[in-house]
């Protein structure tokens, strides 16, 4: 595919069916080059011409391109400590079949073995995206606490098994890609995620590109200072946003909790130290909100993750800490709160699958 039609197909795909004359000046290409792009789309089975719409209060109803979702399909695996969850999307990112499997085992080769059965199952896939919480290059996962490897080769290993093109990479990564292409944040040109529950993690969209650091690490603004007598998070600093936020942290200040739920439960009804444990975490939660937009002031920032009840619970103690650390009106910041479960992040890495065989990232 030429970098050209490469550019429209993601016009297309990012924005929604459009006109030629509209796409032609969006990407500044001469009407012969868009027409040429656009017809070996066609050809390639990716675009198809369908329906008219008047786009204008002036002129005649323009011919739509599309983007043909059926013509391929990505299957998208998201890894925990001890689930493997799956999802199976057209080339739009829109989901045809999910599932849950436990995971027979945490041993790399038990795992690549999981993934390939669950492909076997599901012929005619293009390519596969998995992801996991932890820092991953080039296809392999260097530190991971959930399952617990270091240098671990994942992708030549699933791509052997497969006899398909495999992506690895961090899940909070991948979603952020996901939601700036097929969600909430599609086509804007800065967008912070930030997930709270097991972990926290944060990932940007700058310019319109998800920002990779010089050393491949995940964004970890979660580590931002809160209160230097605060509790200590896995690192051993104390007192930052990630200290007060990830669920182990609120379950140890917590008696007769067993699971994060129980905690949520308990503070719902009212118990005195659920509800001071929570409010300070919500509390930690908009100094880290706050912080966010200072720095990089984003059209959007999306908020999710396992932990997110926190947000129910302590919302006015979120919004003290942003109006607290904030510098402007609180109201310019879109805080978007969006309760996914583990299918979206499933559908995320088949995303991530989707971004880099369009990009040529992963080659078919």
Known sequence: ?????????????????????????????????????????????????????????????????????????????????????????????????????????????QVTTQVAEVAAGLPGMTAIGVTLGGVVRDGVVVDAGFPAWKNVPLAAPVTRATGLPVTVDNDVQALTSAEHWFGGGAGVDSMVVITIGAGVGTGLIIDGKLVRGAHGLPRRFAHLLVDPRGPQCGYGHRGCASSYLMSHVILRQLRNCATYDDAVERARAGDPDANRIFAEAGYALGVLIGHTANFLDPDKILLTGDGLPLYEIASEQVHDGIENTYEDDPTLIDLDVQPFDFDEWARAAAALAIKDTITGTIRL
């Open 1 to 109: 595919m030429t970098e050209v039609a490469r550019d429209v197909l993601l016009e297309v795909l990012i924005h929604g069916p459009m006109p030629r004359a509209e796409i032609a000046p969006r990407l500044r290409l001469s009407r012969p080059t868009l027409t040429r792009a656009a017809r070996t789309l066609v050809d390639e089975g990716l675009l198809v011409e369908g329906g008219t719409e008047l786009r204008s209060p002036t002129g005649r109803p323009s011919e739509m391109l599309h983007v043909r979702g059926e013509a391929h399909r990505f299957l998208g695996v998201k890894l925990t400590a001890d689930h493997l969850y799956a999802a199976v999307t057209d080339l739009t990112a829109v989901v045809t079949d999910v599932m849950e499997l436990p995971l027979r085992s945490t041993h790399p080769k």
